[in-house]
């Protein structure tokens, strides 16, 4: 089932969903278990290749980037089939395997199984196991090795989240509980969202005003990257210009 839903993004405007994911093939040793970024001694070394590369004192801003690009590769691609196929691809970390380049950035996922059937829609229920099982481990050893907060990568990962919904809007499938995850406070058992707004307009109610992140990425802290047009400190500085 699970080659029949890739597959059927094939030569579409989405075909890079597809690449997204391979059945994970028994014996591939370029395939890492993403149980290592459930912990913050295997996070730091999945990462080490890629840190290796950029002076310590940029090592925390460089974890920022590393999980965008994570987020990027695994977030969209999981969120179109969820919404536009209702198929739950693998999310559990014993269940993803990762392939990284030669820089150590994230290139390839490989799914030790096909997944299953989403049975609980309208409501948030099929993104609890991406967050509880996931994106809860990853964001906090990402925050352990990077001393940073658990939000910067909450706030990266959701980023993701809302541009897979966006994408599946695009071939009009029903995405209403995807708005109804980025747009919830609180999910169905009463805890805080993580993953509530992660851009929001500059003037609140206002939806054709400009939106920023929530947090900052870090992105203004390397020179080989140009600070994001969506970063909340050309916000901040926006409206001490006006103050002034």
């Known amino acids: 089932m699970m080659l029949t839903i890739l597959d059927s993004f094939s030569d579409g405007p989405l075909d890079w969903v597809k690449q997204a994911f391979i059945p994970l093939e028994n014996g591939d040793r370029s395939a890492l278990s993403m149980t290592r970024l459930t912990s913050p001694e295997g996070a730091r070394e999945l990462l080490s290749t890629y840190l290796d590369n950029f002076p310590a004192t ?87 090795i990077s001393g940073l907060k658990p939000g910067l990568y909450w706030n990266n990962a959701a980023i993701r989240v809302g541009y897979g919904i966006t994408q599946a809007a695009s071939t009009q499938a029903d995405i209403s509980d995807g ?3 980025l747009a919830a406070r609180q999910l169905d058992d009463g805890r805080k969202n993580p993953l509530f707004e992660p851009v929001r307009h500059e ?17 203004n802290e390397l020179c080989d990257h140009e600070i994001c047009p969506s970063c909340p400190l050309l916000l901040a500085e926006k409206r001490k210009r006006v103050t002034l």
């Open 179 to 181: 708005w109804a995850l």
């Open 58 to 144: 940029e090592h925390r801003a460089r974890v920022s980037m590393w999980s965008q690009w994570y987020f990027a590769k695994l977030l969209p691609s999981w969120t179109v089939v969820n919404l536009l196929c209702n198929w739950q691809l693998p999310i559990e970390p014993d269940r993803v395997f990762l392939r990284l380049g030669a820089d150590g950035l994230p290139v390839q996922f490989l799914l030790a199984e096909p997944g299953e059937a989403v049975v609980k829609t309208g409501s948030l229920a099929r993104f609890v196991n991406m967050i509880d099982s996931h994106l809860a481990p990853v964001c906090h050893s990402l925050a352990m």
């Open 203 to 219: 003037i609140p109610g206002d939806e054709t005003s400009a939106r920023y992140r929530k947090q900052c990425c870090l992105r």
